[in-house]
């Protein structure tokens, strides 16, 4: 059962929501929250999906759904009546993963969850993907500067200087990039 988190930056009312939700089938978390408590709710109820109900995302709400986003990523889905392109444009900068606009049709709501979980869940194999191959290439770096050193303190070529980084790290049971690390460190602060 998806856990559901309610939220509205608005005094609208979104018991009607709330009631489709649990016919649904859907673990509607106590209280919906306002926008400015969204991170909090976030990390003390652990949603598994955030739908938000706005009559059009406030400034307020987009800055809280970054924070989110960063710190503790969920799918978002967002009904707003509201279509400024602009603002569908920040709303999923800030971390909505569904914007809807055609309003809240109950028929409609499971497939959209379905669609933002989806749409998350690739979105974040795409991020871990990502940062993956940004640490290959920061740990790449930092080999290249380790032979650098030890070419240039000791005179070795480059395969020896690889072959001694990696020999180091062996005996040390680290990884390669930790040995280039500790040795990049070592050699500026011995200049």
């Known amino acids: 059962m998806l856990r559901v988190l309610l939220v509205t930056d608005t ?20 209280d919906a929250v306002s926008s400015t408590a969204l991170l ?17 995302p406030s400034r307020d709400t987009l800055e809280q759904l970054a924070v989110m986003n960063a710190t503790a990523p969920r799918p978002v889905v967002m009904f707003t009546p509201d279509a400024n392109q ?13 914007y809807v606009v055609d309003g809240l049709a109950a028929e409609k709501l499971s ?3 379905e669609v ?9 194999r795409l991020r871990q993907r990502l940062a993956k191959v940004e640490q290959q290439l920061s740990d790449r770096k930092l080999i290249d500067r380790a032979k650098g050193v030890l070419m ?3 005179g070795l070529t480059e395969a020896a200087a690889y072959e001694l980084l990696r020999t180091q ?3 040390q049971g680290q990884k390669l990039a930790d040995v280039a690390r500790q040795l990049i460190n070592m050699s500026d602060l011995l200049g």
């Open 40 to 56: 909090w709710a976030v990390e003390q109820q652990r949603p598994d999906v955030v739908i938000i109900d706005t009559e059009s």
């Open 152 to 154: 240039d303190k000791r």
């Open 11 to 30: 005094a609208k009312a979104i018991g009607e929501l709330r009631a489709t939700l649990l016919q649904q089938d859907y673990d509607v978390l106590p």
């Open 86 to 98: 602009q603002l569908i444009r920040a709303a999923v900068g800030a971390g909505v993963t569904t």
């Open 169 to 171: 790290a062996m005996k």
């Open 111 to 113: 497939p959209i969850i």
């Open 116 to 124: 933002a979980l989806v749409r998350f869940a690739e979105d974040d």
